[in-house]
């Protein structure tokens, strides 16, 4: 008989076999032993203790939402068999109860993996070796595409129970919802819930629709929020949970939707912040606000609205209803953190940036008029200063320099650069205000990254001649089948990542010289090279004649990412200083647009700091995930809170040296400059364009 | 000098001695004692102690808004001099430092009465007695009218607080709201606050209005509301914060507006409750609600703006916004509590009469659409059973049952009697169907309780002449000027007080006999009796002549009285059953109707069982009353929670008995019935208008 393959042909000899074992062991007086897998949790029950009972009893991590009744199948395990010498037990093949009906059913209606058992139906007969698979554990890791990361363990704020409760009757008066609090204390040790007005509402049609067996989702309460029941279905739900980990960022929102049960991201999406309307940037939104009497209240309302339309598709695609949406976490710069709750964000505009609230913040969605499960319980992350929001403490969370043994510095490279530098020693943080060049704005041919976009170039250093990739094209631009291949779209702009790699391959190309000159076609010897007014401008594309796009990069493209660089630059080199280094281990570019930056061509530009090459990296969007962590790990909610309070903020403003840094910061690196590790892996032409320049010096920027 | 005086003239001499002997006790290296009266509570403190501080250290209840800035005056005291036996000390005169030019600034200003002192100014100088008057306490007593019952203890959900904020800088990027809580927590030792999205909004102004000082509504929490900020002001705030103990009935809706700091009643009010167009009682509301799709949300939307325009003119009428009444207590039965919250009554229509819930809820005012202070937490009591509800709780903390010596019986009368009867021991509580009859409804001279009704009779058993008193004049009808006393509203009918009297005043005079028959006038020699179709009447009074109203008794009338009374008597025989007694030793007459009714003609009526006349009393609106306890005594909410976890409901409709005691109870008492006391006190006619009647007859009512 092979309990482990359904188990359909019960041989007697083998039963009493088991029968006589498990006698014997009762002679013994010692009760058969259990040991879970890979907790490695042991302990020893009385013959016929079901599985689920001697994993709940140990604390081992063994999910269900029915409790027990054979119906949820969240309890699946796999018993091994054989010798263990390592525990000390040798395993029979009949250590479990014989294989019963209930799983047989549960098998036949929804399938059962071969070798599984559910945990609820199968009780122990002799020793056992119980493996737990990461689909039955509660708190179940959530795996992390990047290798160098720390996976995240599932803690979700709300979870499933399925109860059966008892019916009322005139003798015992208490209330429905009364009868249903204590189903679910008797059943699974909750403690004293409570339940909103929403759900009082729905209570009493939902008990009687299936004989009063419901299915509860818990919210199990923190230092804000007591816990309470927040959904209930009729009979055992068998659909999931969700929460929304969003990134609200001043020009896109995006948002992950998670299956709380899993972890699983099960849909994604994102749309352009409405807010733009009021300006791009987010002094103008701050201007805004203070020039019209309801001007802060008008973009609270019109960034709600996007949320739900962005929260209405996301739900639409995952084929759900929003109403099993329970959860969500924003991350968030201060502007659009204090826009998203209704607060007027005026002190934020004028020093010294003081937020109306530093904290992080629980709000229940209906405050929020977001369009979720009213009950859903919004969490958003603290802000670290009045310049460096929630959305650098996601980042932080997600890339946690306050665990690090390196030096390791942060770049969530956006409109403004939010830099974190620290180790296990200390972290500290500061924003800096790099502008919108980054992101293609203000640059003659720069444009959003969209089908079309210039991404990746390559200047062959004899010739001149660029290559490059547009998004929407796996091909190289000397490809024979290029032009073909972007037939759609055409070569419409250069985007932020496309920006960094030209001006870096001008540079190694000898096109531009150290200071950010343009050389002539007379000085480096390439047509491309054409005066353009006072300064010299360079050809990448050229289809004009053909109805198509002309693509240059002018003097004043390069002055623009000039400023940029040198704003995040002297911001990394501040918080170096207060490190008394020169250089850093380790960095991490984050943000949106960080996932798309070449580290080489950073460092070409002088954007970040001296630092091995294969020691920087891209983290994608770094803020996202740390929203997605908050989401699904509530432990972790503490843990950055923690961090955040720790973290020492550095305002560029009162610092004297930042100017100075930002003004040795504009030149691109040369090799009398001090980036030893750049210099030792590319040779930096000598060039030198030195011509009359007017009207385009490298100037202080306003805060952006 | 006279310190207790205002002390303007400083006497050298004294001021030398009082040094002297300070200085003793420094060499003695003993420190003066203080003693606070009326606590007792003592200890020793350094000199120069201010007496607020000693006052905190030894846990003693003495008030103070500003936290010893001598600006808010809440810290009153008055010292006491000379020997004190019974405490072993002899206090001087200079006991206490010298009054100061803070103190003589506030005198000046505001005014001190004669042998004040303020508690933050005076120090400590040698052995001192301090009296802590009522008013400088915070859990200062709140004087009950009646002397029978206990006065209430202010322990208010919310209380003042003074603070100076550290203002913002850039080297201390925290938010406004944490700098708040930090001075919170630092001043007044008050655990982490949280603030609602509404404080949020506004809290940088008004930090900023008055050099960041606030004086803060603090909601100090409870088990579903954390201790949070419900509202600032800027500089120090001299109004006051309120409450409101509401008492939403199925008729009327009653107000009572209090002052949280002084625990006084400032404003009282009500109105009909709107919901009466949907049906007269609670089953035709929950027929309305059953009939019509969307009946409930109908109701809870009506009765809610009803709340509204009563909020708002209670507010008017105090001179106050409505966003000060930061807390609220409701009282209501268990379908008017369903209306409340928006959840359909349906299930109470129906047997079991499940609630879907009977706890005690929280909820903020917001979330009840209640234009309050909209973080203002709004805690309804909790519910008995299905059909009885948190007014009967309301009435059990008023009258307190469960803490009497005596069996005492408490009936709140309405269009349901709520019955409750207890000791220490234990306490019993059933609903029983009285109908409209006691509120003067169907009763066919019937009418509310309003100026012209009658409202108190007496017959004269010879002559059979009826005399009485109308509302809103003093005087007798057989009075001369009665009838120019009443001009303005002339006899308009019967109120339910009236009709008790009269029924019972009719018993006594022999125009009634035992079973409920008004004789003929032969039978009864008045000519005030006359055949009335197949039956008698009485007449009361007769204007019609002169355009006036004609006042009449019929016997469908008694009918009436004698099925209501005998719903209610029969409840009350059915909790006595259960303490096998036959009378019981106290009775609370209570409910707004209760307040009225005479206990003699009560018992003469037989709708109260056997008591001492002098052990019968009136609460008024108990049901209020408790509301008003639980409003300024936040402690008595848990009292009264786990008071109704103890009360064991009994279901009149399951109890075969009930329907035997209510066919005996329907005739009213003669000799040969079981009311000992009753006869004792009074002589029954033995009267017997027996005739052939029809369609009379006494039968089960349908619950109302």
């Not at 040790?189 to 759900?199: G, S, V």
């Not at 444009?447 to 290559?467: D, L, M």
């Not at 040198?566 to 080199?573: D, I």
């Not at 280094?581 to 001296?610: Q, T, W, Y």
Request: aromatic share 6%; glycine share 8%; proline share 5%.
């Amino acid at each position: 008989m092979k309990l482990t393959r359904g188990g359909d042909q019960p041989v007697d000899a083998e039963a009493n076999k088991a029968l006589r074992r498990s006698m014997k062991q009762m002679v013994n007086k010692r009760d058969p032993l259990v040991i879970f897998m890979p907790s490695g949790k042991r302990g020893s029950f009385p013959v016929g203790t079901k599985i689920l009972d001697c994993a709940r009893k140990l604390g081992v991590d063994l999910d269900s939402v029915c409790g027990g009744r054979g119906i949820c199948s969240k309890c699946q395990i796999t018993p091994s068999y054989g010798k263990f010498s390592k525990h000390g037990v040798t395993v029979a093949q009949d250590s479990l109860s014989e294989w019963n009906s209930v799983e047989q059913r549960y098998k036949d209606k929804r399938g059962l993996k071969t070798g599984r058992r559910l945990g609820c139906q199968a009780s122990l007969i002799t020793d056992a070796v119980i493996d737990v698979p990461a689909e039955s554990q509660v708190h179940k890791q959530v795996v992390r595409k990047r290798v160098e990361v720390r996976d995240i363990t599932l803690n979700p704020s709300t979870k499933l129970y399925y109860v059966e409760v008892q019916e009322p009757d005139m003798h015992e008066p208490t209330g429905d919802l009364e009868r249903l609090i204590h189903a679910l204390k008797r059943d699974w040790k909750l403690p004293d819930l409570i339940a909103d007005l929403n759900l009082l509402k729905t209570i009493q049609k939902t008990l009687r629709k299936d004989e009063w067996k419901v299915t509860c989702a818990v919210h199990l309460g923190n230092e804000s929020f007591s816990p309470r029941i927040l959904k209930i279905w009729p009979g055992l739900y068998e659909g999931s949970i969700y929460g929304l980990a969003i990134d609200l960022g001043s020009t896109t929102i995006a948002a992950h939707l998670c299956d709380l049960q899993t972890g699983e991201v099960v849909g994604s999406s994102g749309i352009m912040n409405p807010q733009i309307r009021f300006g791009e940037d987010l002094m103008s939104r701050v201007s805004y606000s203070m020039m019209n009497e309801n001007g802060a209240e008008e973009m609270t309302a019109i960034v709600r609205q996007g949320l739900n339309s962005l929260f209405k598709e996301i739900a639409h695609e995952a084929n759900i209803s929003s109403d099993v949406i329970v959860d969500a976490v924003f991350v968030c710069n201060p502007v659009m953190h204090h826009l998203l709750l209704g607060i007027d964000p005026y002190e934020l505009g004028q020093a010294p940036f003081a937020l109306a609230s530093s904290s992080s913040k629980y709000f229940k969605a209906s405050e929020l008029e977001l369009s979720l499960n009213p009950s859903a319980q919004i969490y958003i992350l603290p802000c670290i200063a009045g310049h460096v929001g929630a959305d650098s403490a996601a980042v932080a969370l997600s890339e946690e320099p306050h665990k690090s043994d390196e030096l390791m510095l942060v770049v969530d490279v956006g409109t403004n650069a939010e830099i974190l530098l620290g180790n296990k020693e200390r972290v500290l943080a500061c924003s800096s205000p790099t502008g919108p060049a980054f992101e293609g704005a203000q640059i003659s041919s720069g444009q959003r990254a969209a089908p079309g976009a210039i991404e990746r170039v390559t200047i062959n250093p004899q010739t001149k001649e660029p290559k490059f990739k547009v998004i929407g094209s796996d091909l190289w631009s000397d490809d024979p089948k290029f032009k073909e291949s972007i037939k759609s779209s055409g070569v419409t702009g250069i985007c932020g990542s496309g920006i960094i790699e030209m001006v870096a391959e001008m540079r190694l190309s000898g096109i531009l010289d150290s200071s950010g000159l343009i050389g002539s076609s007379e000085q480096t010897g390439s047509d491309r090279c054409f005066l353009d007014g006072r300064t010299n401008s360079y050809l990448v594309w050229d289809e004009s004649t053909s109805n198509g796009s002309k693509i240059t990069v002018t003097n004043k493209d390069i002055r623009e990412i000039q400023m940029a660089k040198a704003a995040l630059y002297s911001g990394a080199r501040l918080l170096m200083d207060k490190f008394n280094v020169d250089n850093v281990e380790k960095i991490v570019l984050a943000g949106a647009f960080g996932a798309h930056i070449s580290p080489k061509h950073a460092m070409i530009l002088g954007m970040i700091p001296d630092c091995k090459l294969d020691k920087i990296s891209s983290a994608g969007n770094a803020a996202g995930t740390g929203a997605r962590i908050a989401l699904l790990d509530t432990k972790s909610r503490k843990i950055i809170e923690e961090v955040v309070k720790n973290i020492n903020k550095i305002e560029t403003a009162l610092e004297p040296k930042f100017q100075e840094h930002f003004v040795n910061a504009s030149n691109i690196p040369n090799s009398s400059e001090p980036f030893p590790i750049l210099k030792s892996l590319f040779e930096l032409p000598t060039v030198n364009f030195n011509q009359k320049q007017t009207g385009d010096t490298v100037g202080r920027r306003r805060r952006r």
